[in-house]
């Protein structure tokens, strides 16, 4: 380890590239990022790719652009080789082999001589007698040398219980039950998680691991291998597990669970995300729950990770998320806004008017969650409008109290405003309300706006009337009033 590391907190997040980034396993980086950097530390991202059959092509950048997208960043990681050398561990093998070597040749390590068959009969043979499988009472008689092609099995040196201290769990300890000998190098040469991420983490300064709840029964093992390497072990910090919404087990695809990066593209933004899970698992102390990046590194603190599991709740992220693209400026939520709106309209083969397009931005801000709902909403044609002339049922157009010449007098009054309207009192809505309001609460507001409103939409349920017409223009204002006026006269 590099003397710029000595007495530093180190924390990794070490992550094996099989395709899915986990909502829990992005959680995981997350507070061990924040711990690193609020204790001025180094961050590590650790490639665990020692599990070659079930490597996905690609995964290595998919963990990194998910890690990019939240702005967790990295000191050394598979892009950037550390002062003890690669973060990827199939880069390091002859660091596990060398090791390896060494503990068979203490008789701390031996060949396992069992088939795939031999080890299932002993399996069954446990599970008919209800008793775990404990390779420590098939050990053969003697030692064969170690030829670097059978597999290799830990002995553990001392069957006796442990105990150990957890940040968040507290004191723990479990007997010769949870004991067992188990593989360091498997028969293809790679070595196993048991074995690689202790010399990892010893290897790379690692001060604190955090990781999930399953591996608690494993400890026991690890710390007999600590204990056989002459290793102090790092601090473990457990995290709870991420419930489902109905609390009965932990979140997974079944459930909903989706890849970190599929709420990008669903239009979550990435401070919200970051917020939301910070907050599942972890309590401030106080009722705050809106945490930027900075309130966030200060107000995070092991001490304040739960026990029990935090519930996943997506209406919470997507209230988290609207809190978000309140708090971006006009300029930033356009550019949020305008591609998801952009793309579907072209879908749909609606004709966009760039002007126009523009001018619905800002209404969108106040009736959405995430992008995904633009997209809905374009889909279902709520901002058709703004863009073609509605055809709405004439038979719409009275109010329940107005005769058809009444309305007809009334959008002829309208008209004949809007048409001594410049362009510029045309664009400012409240400009047009202030010239109606009067006529309108004079007539009765819902005889004159209503049909105006279904007029310049075609829609029982828009925008107000005024915010229309100062999107559309002038011109589509005066001409769709005309169009209106047309189908009364059939009605």
């Known amino acids: 380890m590099s003397e710029s590391m000595d007495n530093k907190v180190v924390t990794r997040f070490a992550p094996s590239p099989t395709g899915f980034m986990h909502i829990g396993g992005v959680r995981t980086a997350l507070f061990a990022y924040l711990w690193a950097r609020k204790n001025d530390g180094v961050f590590i ?59 068979a040749d203490r008789g701390l390590a031996y060949p396992d001589p069992y088939t795939p068959e031999e080890l299932e009969t002993f399996r069954a043979k446990a599970e008919a007698e209800r008793r775990p499988l404990l390779m420590r009472e098939h050990r053969p008689e003697s030692f064969m040398p170690w030829d670097g092609k059978a597999p290799l099995r830990f002995k553990v040196p001392e069957i006796k219980r442990y105990k150990w201290h957890d940040e968040v769990r507290g004191n723990l300890e479990a007997g010769e039950e949870a004991l067992d000998d188990f593989i360091l190098i498997k028969s293809d040469g790679y070595p196993t998680y048991n074995f690689a991420h202790i010399i990892d983490d010893r290897d790379m300064g690692v001060t604190h691991i955090f990781r ?31 419930l489902r919404p109905d609390k009965t087990k932990k979140l997974g695809k079944r459930d909903g669970a989706k890849d970190v990066l599929e709420y990008r ?90 002007n126009t397009f523009i001018r619905i931005i800002p209404i969108i801000r106040e009736r959405i969650n995430i992008s995904g709902d633009i997209a809905t909403m374009a889909e279902e044609g709520e901002f058709d409008f703004y863009f073609v ?103």
């Open 45 to 103: 991202l650790r490639i665990e790719d020692t599990d070659k059959e079930r490597e996905v092509a690609g995964s290595i950048r998919h963990i990194q652009d998910s890690l990019h997208w939240l702005g967790i960043e990295w000191d050394f990681g598979p892009d950037k080789p550390g002062p003890f050398g690669s973060c990827i561990q199939s880069e390091r093998l002859d660091e596990y082999l060398a090791i390896a070597h060494d503990l």
């Open 212 to 242: 999930g709840d399953e591996f608690i029964s494993s400890v026991p093992r690890f710390l007999s291998l600590y204990d056989a390497l002459g290793i102090v072990p790092p601090k473990f910090v457990t995290l709870p597990p991420i």
């Open 265 to 354: 593209a669903e239009g979550y933004l990435p401070d919200a995300m970051m917020n939301f899970l910070a907050l599942i698992g972890w309590n401030p102390g106080t009722e705050q729950e809106l945490f930027d990046r900075e309130a966030l590194l200060q107000a995070f603190d092991i001490s304040r990770i739960q026990i029990h599991g935090g519930v996943f709740n997506e209406e919470k992220l997507q209230w988290l998320n609207r809190e978000y693209l309140l708090k971006l400026s006009d300029i930033d939520f356009a550019n949020y806004v305008a591609p998801f709106l952009r793309e579907t309209l072209e879908k749909r083969s609606i004709p966009i008017t760039e």
């Open 389 to 491: 002339d509605p055809i709405g049922d004439s038979s719409k157009l009275p109010s329940k109290n107005e005769s058809i010449d009444d309305v007809k007098k009334h959008l002829i009054y309208v008209r004949e405003v809007f048409a001594g309207f410049s362009e510029e009192t045309m664009d400012d809505h409240n400009k047009i309300k202030t010239s109606l309001w009067d006529y309108a609460t004079e007539h009765g507001r819902g005889n004159v706006l209503w049909p105006l409103r279904y007029a310049l939409t075609g829609r029982e349920h828009s925008p107000d009337p005024f915010i229309v017409a100062s999107i559309i223009g002038k011109d589509p204002a005066i001409r769709r009033i005309g169009n209106a006026l047309h189908a009364l006269d059939s009605v």
